[in-house]
Structures are given as C-alpha cells and as structure tokens.
C-alpha cells in the first residue's frame, strides 16, 4: 500500500509548491489534491488544461504520484438536492473532476452521493441521487475513471451492505467506493466494511476517531483514536488493496508542518505495523 496526503491536511491557501516539497521530504508517495471553486490554490472548477497539465508537472518534480481527486463542493452542491439547479451544477463538478482527472492520470474521483437531513428523506436521497449518478456513468466510462463514493457524515449509507447496494445499481464497472475507514467507526467496524465493500474500493481515506466523543470533534491525529488498525490493516491485505492510503486530517494550529511527518510514521505504522 502507498502513503497518501490530501491537500486538506495545510492550512488553507499553502502553496503547492510547499506542498509537494513537504510531502516529499516526509516519504509519502501520493498527494491528493482538491478541486476548488475559482481563487483556490491549485485546481479550480474553471482550470485550464495548460494550469492542470502544470501541477501535473509541479508533483513529477518532486517524485510525487496524483492517484486521485476530492473535493469540498458537494457540500454546496448536492446530488440529492430538489433544487435542478443545484443538481445540475453538482454534475458539473464531477465531470470537471473527470476531466481533470483524465489530464493528471488519475483513476479516481471522490464523489458524496447525497445528504438526509429535514428537507431530503432517506429514500428520496437513495433514490435522486442514483438518479443524478448514472447521468454520468458514462462521463466515467468514457475516461475510464472511477466514481469513488465516499461515506461521510451525512446521514447516508449506513451500512457496508447499503453501500454496496447501492453503488451495484449503478450497472457500472466505474461505480465504485471511497472508502473513510474513521468515518465508520461510529456506526460499525471498519475492518467488516472493508471485507463487505471488496473489491469496490478503489480508494481509502484514513483518519482516527474516539466515538465517545460522539460528534465531529471525536476526530483525532491518526493512532490517537479508536480505531483497530490491525485489524484495519488485514482486511485491507485479505481483498488485496495495493492502493494508497490517504489521511485526511485537520492541520496543527501552531506547526502545520509537523502534522506532515508524524502522519508519514502513523501510516507507515498502519501499513506495515511498524514504522519504517
């Protein structure tokens, strides 16, 4: 498995030469980088093949792999929302992801598939979402780049079996899970997802999580936390994941950088059960 840094884990607005420099230094071996609204720091919703063919370029310099792509507009943008408008201008973000994606050599895209919440019912959610997806399987297919559905905190795919469910209806070898170990452990057991979802991940974001804190601020440096990276680590081993394992974790207030490197040691720890 490779050692994998989103671009989340640096204050707002670092550089992404500092970026790449940094996780160079720290012996990771891919970044993940985010797709912005315009005026982020690096890929926008209206980059240029010429800007993204650049960054692309910035990380083979420092020996840097881009495996794969997120993003934070599906917070604003939601595939389940009952507003078209909406919907439409989250289908836009995905398949400015593929595009990108496409030019950068990457194989996955992170997707939210919906939200429940007082306005959006469970099954409405369930149902709107699948719907709005399969408007771009074929986007995916063309490129051939996974829509890697992620389950985050949003009331949504509740269950390994639901996910998996879910992401088979799409009819699609392209329909595929992002899978947040941290993001379950409150709900479930992270290595029973994992043999559950399979062969459907194609990627893995890994943060550590106490659940009696009960609520997001539960969310902790990686080995700080609850969750059972043994056990993590040979379910991970028993479906044959090769791919990188990405944390995805707030900075440190005072020495951002420093989150950089002991977060290099932790996944080196989950990786091999020892620091290399």
Not at 141 to 158: A, C, D, M, R, T
Not at 215 to 234: I, T
């Amino acid at each position: 498995m490779l050692k994998g840094l989103n671009q989340w884990c640096f204050p707002v607005g670092t550089p992404l030469e500092h970026i790449f420099d940094t996780c160079q230094k720290a012996g990771y071996d891919a970044v993940e980088l985010n797709m912005y609204e315009p005026g982020g720091v690096g890929l926008t919703i209206d980059s240029t093949a010429a800007e993204v063919e650049s960054i692309g370029a910035l990380a083979r310099k420092y020996g840097l792999q881009l495996r794969s792509l997120s993003t934070g507009l599906f917070g604003k943008y939601q595939l389940s929302s009952k507003d078209e408008s909406i919907r439409e201008a989250a289908l836009k973000t995905i398949r400015k992801q593929l595009e990108i994606a496409s030019l950068l050599g990457i194989d996955t895209i992170l997707v939210i598939p919906g939200r429940v919440n007082d306005e959006i019912s469970y099954d409405v959610c369930y149902t709107r979402s699948q719907e709005e997806l399969k408007k771009v399987v074929p986007d995916a297919e063309k490129y051939g780049i996974y829509l890697g559905i992620e389950n985050v905190w949003n009331k949504f795919l509740q269950s390994p079996l639901e996910m998996a469910r879910y992401i088979d209806e799409l009819q699609s070898p392209y329909a595929a899970a992002y899978y947040d170990v941290g993001n379950t452990l409150s709900i479930g057991f992270p290595d029973q997802w994992i043999r559950i979802l399979g062969s459907r991940i194609k990627k893995v974001h890994v943060k550590d999580f106490k659940p009696n804190v009960g609520n997001y601020n539960g969310f902790v440096p990686l080995l700080a936390g609850d969750v059972p990276w043994a056990r993590v680590r040979q379910a991970l081993r028993d479906i044959g994941y090769t791919d990188t394992l990405t944390a995805e974790l707030d900075a440190y207030a005072s020495t951002p950088d420093q989150l950089i490197y002991d977060t290099a040691r932790h996944i080196d720890f989950i990786i091999h059960g020892e620091v290399r």
